[in-house]
């Protein structure tokens, strides 16, 4: 058992408007940090150029705020961490467990569509990879760069590794909590050959937040239920680095009235627009159900 100080991090993309799902989870993970004195820490993840804009990002800087969070400066930008998220490739590359891609889009969907593939699961980034460029590149040679994919050769990552565990203090969207055990061997068919490295980015969402968790010393990840299955390929990905596992909290998700998801583009639950009607942080609170009006939170 690692000693390490309570670490949480909130970690938003600044690609669009906070809502109130992302209060749920920032309100959550202070809560969780302020409990044993821990730290709460923001990170923009801003992989994405073409999405994430100084706007949004202001946006998260004034909300949260306002919320009453507040968090140590300087924030970690992790378009700052791409030669991190490269050396973490190199390093899979000299193992020859990560492959370049050079499938489109529609290749994939094409090879899918095939009738010998036979019916296709989806995983936690979509349909999985059929595998078309398993084996036809060379993995000898520097690790290719500059406007190519690179998958995990899953199979190959998982064959020699033994069950991995993790702990859970909230939920899978199907009750799943406490120590949790699984074969890896298991992300061959539900994951696939996951991208580590996008070709438009030379990184992605499961490498970059694996790398910078574990460079923040992260001990404590709260995020909401639809990341749970994710969560399987980053306690693999810390297996395979080296890096620490933090304990994790997912939480429930906020719904609308009909029982749908919140959205990046639903503007009418933006925390900036029930600000701008007159709303109170108080309000905000009861909204998500962290705080009756008599005042008790619950989490
Ligand atoms: N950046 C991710 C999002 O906006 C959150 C990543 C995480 O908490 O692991 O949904
Ligand atoms: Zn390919």
Redesign the pocket.
């Known amino acids: 058992m690692s000693s390490a100080r309570h670490s949480e991090r909130f970690?938003?993309?600044p690609t669009g408007p906070l809502h109130l799902g992302h209060a749920f989870s920032a309100l959550t993970g202070w809560q969780n940090a302020q409990v044993d004195g821990g730290t709460f820490l923001l990170r923009i993840?801003d992989i994405d150029r073409s999405r994430a804009r100084p706007e949004w990002e202001s946006q998260i800087f004034e909300d949260l705020k306002w919320l009453g969070l507040d968090w140590p400066q300087p924030v970690l930008r992790q378009s700052e961490r791409l030669p991190a998220h490269q050396e973490a490739l190199e390093n899979l590359w000299k193992r020859r467990i990560i492959y370049p891609c050079t499938c489109r889009r529609r290749d994939i969907q094409a090879a899918l569509s095939a009738p010998q593939e036979g019916v296709w699961t989806t995983g936690p980034d979509g349909p999985v990879y059929p595998g078309t460029c398993r084996h036809r590149h060379s993995r000898t040679g520097p690790l290719p760069e500059g406007d190519i994919t690179l998958r995990l050769d899953m199979a190959a990552a998982t064959s020699a590794t033994g069950l991995l565990d993790f702990t859970e203090t909230g939920q899978s969207p199907r009750g799943v909590t406490g120590d949790i055990s699984f074969a890896p061997t298991n992300l061959v068919s539900s994951a696939g050959d996951i991208v580590l490295a996008r070709r438009d980015l030379g990184t992605s969402y499961h490498l970059a937040?694996v790398v910078d968790d574990a460079y923040q010393q992260i001990t404590h990840?709260t995020?909401g239920q639809d990341?749970f299955e994710a969560t399987y390929i980053h306690v693999l990905l810390q297996h395979l680095l080296g890096l620490p596992v933090p304990v994790f909290h997912h939480h429930r998700l906020i719904r609308d009235e009909a029982g749908k998801r919140l959205a990046k583009r639903d503007d009418a639950r933006a925390i900036a627009h029930y600000r701008a009607e007159g709303a109170t942080p108080g309000d905000i609170r009861r909204m998500i159900g962290l705080e009756t009006s008599a005042g008790h939170a619950k989490l």
């Open positions: 970690a938003p993309s993840e937040v990840v995020r990341l």
